[in-house]
Nanobody, 123 residues
Framework: QVQLVESGGGLVQPGGSLRLSCAAS????????MGWYRQAPGKQRELVAG???????NYKDSVKGRFTISRDNAKKMVYLQMNSLKPEDTAVYYC?????????????????WGQGTQVTVSS
């Protein structure tokens, strides 16, 4: 009933920039907290940045000052602007959102994940 689809990943040189986008679609009533996670090979998935409905944000320490998370509630989208990228930022990046959606005449709230988009930082 609900999908999260990421886009914007790719190969970039150290010091470069990328902008990730995530679009939510389906029978959505409301979207609460949204965030971006990443998982590097052999490592656990970790929170990179989160944003509440009201726009409050939090970041992993290593990305503070380089990454910016934002959202457009009307378009049901969340973004991650990544600047000054480093090789250690290389990972699959996943969009995550707490979504309340319709099932017939009822609602259900569930945490959703996108399929992931690869970000590779290399010269």
């Amino acid at each position: 009933q609900v999908q999260l689809v990421e886009s914007g990943g790719g190969l970039v040189q150290p010091g470069g920039s990328l902008r990730l986008s995530c679009a939510a679609s389906g029978s959505i009533f409301s979207i609460n907290a949204m965030g971006w996670y990443r998982q590097a090979p052999g490592k656990q998935r970790e929170l990179v940045a989160g944003i509440t409905t009201g726009g409050s944000t939090n970041y992993k320490d290593s990305v503070k000052g380089r990454f910016t998370i934002s959202r457009d509630n009307a378009k049901k989208m969340v973004y991650l602007q990544m600047n000054s990228l480093k090789p250690e930022d290389t990972a699959v990046y996943y969009c995550n959102a707490d979504i309340t959606y319709y099932i017939g005449t009822n609602y259900r709230s569930l945490n959703h994940w996108g399929q992931g988009t690869q970000v590779t930082v290399s010269s």
